[in-house]
């Protein structure tokens, strides 16, 4: 089974900067879309960010948005996370994840709506 491949996570004090990858097991694997969702502890998985690999078309969680940029690199099948002047409340597990399907009815912020995950980057933000 495919499997997405999360890599960057870490310790930063507020302010500080962490820049994710993901990246798929697999070299025939692609995506249509690939993002990020955190989960921290005892909470629910929140949608964080994605990027359409077309067109380079990126959401993002009101949270996040001017501190967070997503990207990929489309040859590599790649999505990047930079983390910019981050805050204690977005320590979290960081889970990529990844679209193999062009069918894109529901909604973009549902886990249902992604297809592959990763095991996820524990990022954590001390103050």
């Known amino acids: 089974q495919v499997q997405l491949v999360e890599s960057g996570g870490g310790l930063v004090q507020t302010g500080g900067s962490l820049r994710l990858s993901c990246a798929a097991s697999?070299?025939?694997?692609?995506?249509?879309?690939m993002g990020w969702f955190r989960q921290a502890p005892g909470e629910e998985r929140e949608f964080v960010s994605n990027i359409r690999f077309s067109n380079g078309r990126t959401y993002y969680t009101d949270s996040v948005k001017g501190r967070f940029t997503i990207s990929r690199d489309n040859a590599k099948n790649t999505v990047y996370l930079q983390m910019n002047s981050l805050k204690p409340e977005d320590t979290a597990v960081y889970y990529c994840?990844?679209?193999?399907?062009?069918?894109?009815?529901?909604?973009?912020?549902?886990?249902?709506?992604?297809?592959?995950w990763g095991q996820g980057t524990q990022v954590t933000v001390s103050s």
């Open positions: 697999e070299r025939t694997f692609s995506s249509y879309v």
């Open positions: 994840a990844g679209k193999a399907t062009p069918y894109y009815s529901g909604s973009y912020s549902s886990r249902e709506w992604y297809d592959y």
